[in-house]
């Protein structure tokens, strides 16, 4: 089986390639550093992690719509001027770099910059706040890092297909939602895996740890789902690699990340006709303490705009073949 997955990596080319060898060697993903330097020096991104559980309101405790966010303003305040306060005047933003199509580095140009749906966005905000599209500073971090990283202060906010729910929500604070999703399937077309169902049992199932996708399985399991769902790692795209080399049946991922990677290899398919649940991504940020939320309304508004102008144009460029026509953005939420 090992043999075969091999074979089919030898197949690939170009982005996939790069991909596939991040995903093997980690060599290209970023150590987070230490609270410091750029990110470190403004006031409100150097604070502990339990300065910003002592925020407030918990409002994840009563929650039962997560996309909900506080309404748009394009004020600044005490976050914001901290960050065009830095010696170094760059946004810090943590992201993906291995997510074709999201966010990763295409290794056929000379560059290799970062570039995807979610980068896009990321220089949007960049652009709206300090003026200057290009003053971001991308941090790759693994999936099961990003709220770690948040709340450490080691970057300002994360756009890394991240999805919005109520337990994350009592850690840190989204945005409105800014693209639609849900779990699927993700298996070799030759399986016999047809979704979220008895097909599953006895198949060896990979999910990132962190990720919504390995709760849905461990919410399934518990109801009888005969899948081992006992293989986890770091970044989601390590499962896709696992997947490959035949060492697990399938992947449940974000039907958007499946849907991209299923174009980067024609042996895989989504399973199922539709995804699992609806779940929605959001930009991720710490939790405001009182009178410091102007980063989150301020993303808000540059959402705002964004819908209206920008979001279909990046689809288009990055989305559109893989996951068809849309229907455009999500609605946005508002609490307040």
């Not at 760059?90 to 290794?107: A, C, E």
């Amino acid at each position: 089986m090992r043999t075969q997955g091999l074979a089919r990596l030898r197949g690939w080319g170009g982005a996939a390639a790069m991909a596939v060898a991040c995903a093997l060697t980690g060599s290209l993903v970023l150590a987070l550093p230490e609270a410091g330097g750029a990110a470190g020096s403004a006031g409100s991104a150097d604070r502990s992690a339990q300065g910003a559980a002592e925020a407030a309101p918990a409002r994840a405790e009563e929650c039962t719509t997560p996309e909900q966010s506080l309404s748009p303003a394009d004020k600044d305040g005490p976050t914001i001027d901290a960050i065009r306060d830095r010696e170094v005047k760059k946004l810090i933003v943590g992201v993906d770099q291995n997510s074709y199509r999201w966010g990763y580095r295409d290794p056929n140009k000379k560059t290799a910059t970062l570039e995807g749906f979610d980068i896009d966005l990321a220089h949007k905000i960049a652009e709206e706040i300090l003026g200057d599209r290009d003053a971001v500073l991308f941090r790759a971090i693994p999936t099961n890092q990003r709220v770690k990283a948040i709340q450490s202060g080691q970057v300002d906010m994360v756009v890394r297909t991240m999805t919005i729910t109520c337990d994350r929500e009592k850690e840190v604070s989204f945005s409105t939602a800014y693209f639609k999703t849900g779990q699927q399937v993700l298996a070799p077309k030759s399986s016999d895996i047809t979704g979220f169902d008895e097909s599953l049992d006895g198949k060896k199932v990979c999910s990132a740890k962190g990720s919504t996708a390995l709760t849905k399985l461990e919410e399934l399991k518990k109801k009888g789902l005969g899948a081992d769902i006992g293989t986890t790692v770091p970044n989601q795209l390590d499962c896709l690699v696992r997947l490959q080399l035949g060492e697990v049946d399938a992947v449940v991922t974000d039907s958007a990340l499946a849907a991209s990677q299923a174009a980067q290899d024609p042996t895989i398919e989504l399973k199922g006709d539709a995804p699992l649940n609806t779940e929605y991504y959001g930009v991720a940020m710490k939790k405001p303490e009182k009178g410091e939320d102007d980063l989150v309304r301020r993303v808000n508004k540059v959402l705002e705009d964004y819908r209206e102008s920008g979001w279909q144009k990046s689809y288009d460029k990055w989305l559109k073949a893989a996951l068809g026509e849309s229907a455009g953005p999500p609605a946005p939420k508002y609490e307040d």
